[in-house]
Nanobody, 124 residues
Framework: QVQLVESGGGVVQAGGSLRLPCAAS????????RGWFPQAPGKAREFVAA????????FYADSVKGRFTISRDIAKNTVYLQMNSLKPEDTGVYYC?????????????????WGQGTQVTVSS
């Protein structure tokens, strides 16, 4: 079993920044990918960033390229999402997830363990 715990959410003005950590515990095999998926009210969860745990391959959604940075601390078993130049449309509950494989994937169905989420609100 794997447990994922996100934190770092909050209310920020447009143009501001937030850093979201996601700490993993339990049976976290080191070869699996980690991803971030925000969910806006009334909308489906969508992919924004993922990282391959071993090797560090990274992929971003076009909507966040140049603004968001995903990284990992192997010793702490933690993945981070640094969000800069935030926009009101970035508002949502941000979930981190562990992939079913080591490959970086964008589909929700390619991830099997999810955290409880952390709320990010960007005001205009």
């Amino acid at each position: 079993q794997v447990q994922l715990v996100e934190s770092g959410g909050g209310v920020v003005q447009a143009g501001g920044s937030l850093r979201l950590p996601c700490a993993a515990s339990g049976r976290t095999l080191s070869s699996y990918a980690r991803g971030w998926f925000p969910q806006a009210p009334g909308k489906a969860r969508e992919f924004v960033a993922a990282i391959r745990w071993s090797g560090g391959s990274i992929f971003y959604a076009d909507s966040v390229k140049g603004r968001f940075t995903i990284s990992r601390d192997i010793a702490k078993n933690t993945v981070y999402l640094q969000m800069n130049s935030l926009k009101p449309e970035d508002t949502g509950v941000y979930y981190c997830a562990k992939g079913r494989s080591g490959w970086v994937a964008t589909a929700v169905s390619e991830y099997e363990y999810w955290g409880q989420g952390t709320q990010v609100t960007v005001s205009s």
